[in-house]
């Protein structure tokens, strides 16, 4: 999603991409990323890729996410650094934060204590990532990988599978489908009270051309987010009201919410001057388009 996003971007026509998929480039193979970059000598790297997905996907393979990411980090961040890449941008995740912090989660408080248990596997692999780019930074004695630390994203090329969607996307998939069967109720996992922080992909893209431009002020980690929540019964709202849903919600409090609040401090972003332009009821309606191109792409097959 953040890829595609990126490449979309008006400002992506001032670059010339390299966009190998997985039938191109195996990132868990170390000597294949290696022999990649050799050959293409990439001169800026921004590393998007990763297994990623829901409060159900990490917790049903724990393993996977923990040793795919880190793998992929680490092959990815080691090329890069053996042929001498100018400019590393580092996706990273609000996750890699400790649990159960309800105030603004700066950037000096990733390692400060421990992590969701829903996603820990994740989380861990991203700060692998994180640590090892500055462990490089301090040997090279130049700063040229950093790292950003998005907060939870929706948007244009996100997932919608029941399996290992996010939790937009997830609730837009249950409320389109509540309405074509004409459900009376939709379930909401936990009491809905979990305050979560949610950006349009678009604008995570528009920051990391706005990094690009401005990569002698970027620090070596950086929030980027809207420095505002809603609680998970607000996003339903939300999403019912532009889909025109009117029926009830039910919630199974056996049901996991992953952190209470996870509301990332935006300042760093903020004193650089730039901010988030995309609304939560623009970014879903977006979003929501999107969904229904790939539903009208279904049937045609």
Wanted: proline share 3%; charged share 25%; aromatic share 10%.
């Amino acid at each position: 999603m953040v890829g595609r996003n990126i490449l979309e971007h008006t400002s992506a026509l001032k670059y010339s991409f390299l966009t190998p998929g997985r039938t191109d480039l195996n990132l868990l193979n170390s000597e294949d990323v290696l022999e990649y970059f050799k050959v293409h000598k990439p001169t800026i790297v921004i590393h998007c890729a990763g297994l990623v997905g829901g409060i159900q996907a990490n917790m049903k393979e724990p393993v996977r996410f923990l040793v795919e990411n880190t793998d992929m980090g680490r092959n990815v961040l080691m090329a890069a650094n053996a042929i001498g890449v100018e400019r590393f941008i580092n996706m990273a995740s609000s996750c890699m934060y400790p649990k159960d912090h309800e105030n603004l989660l700066e950037e000096e408080l990733i390692l400060s204590g421990p992590l969701e248990p829903t996603n820990e596997g994740y989380a861990l692999a991203k700060i692998f990532t994180m640590k090892l780019g500055q462990y490089m930074n301090q040997e090279n004695q130049k700063i040229i990988f950093k790292t950003l630390v998005p907060c939870n994203l929706y948007g244009r090329w996100d997932k919608f599978s029941e399996k290992n969607s996010h939790m937009v996307p997830a609730v837009i998939r249950k409320i389109h489908k509540a309405i074509q069967n004409n459900e009376i109720s939709v379930e909401i996992w936990g009491a809905g009270n979990a305050r979560r922080e949610f950006m349009y992909a678009s604008d995570l893209a528009d920051f990391v051309f706005f990094a690009l431009e401005n990569w002698e002020k970027i620090p070596e980690t950086i929030n980027v987010g809207l420095g505002a929540d809603h609680s998970i019964n607000e996003y339903y709202k939300v999403v019912s009201d532009i889909l025109g849903y009117k029926g009830k919600f039910h919630h199974d409090l056996t049901k996991p919410e992953g952190m209470k609040r996870k509301l990332v401090s935006t300042k760093k972003a903020d004193d650089l001057g730039w901010i988030s332009a995309t609304t939560l009821e623009i970014g879903i309606k977006k979003t929501y388009e999107f969904f229904l191109d790939l539903e009208q792409d279904k049937e045609k097959v």
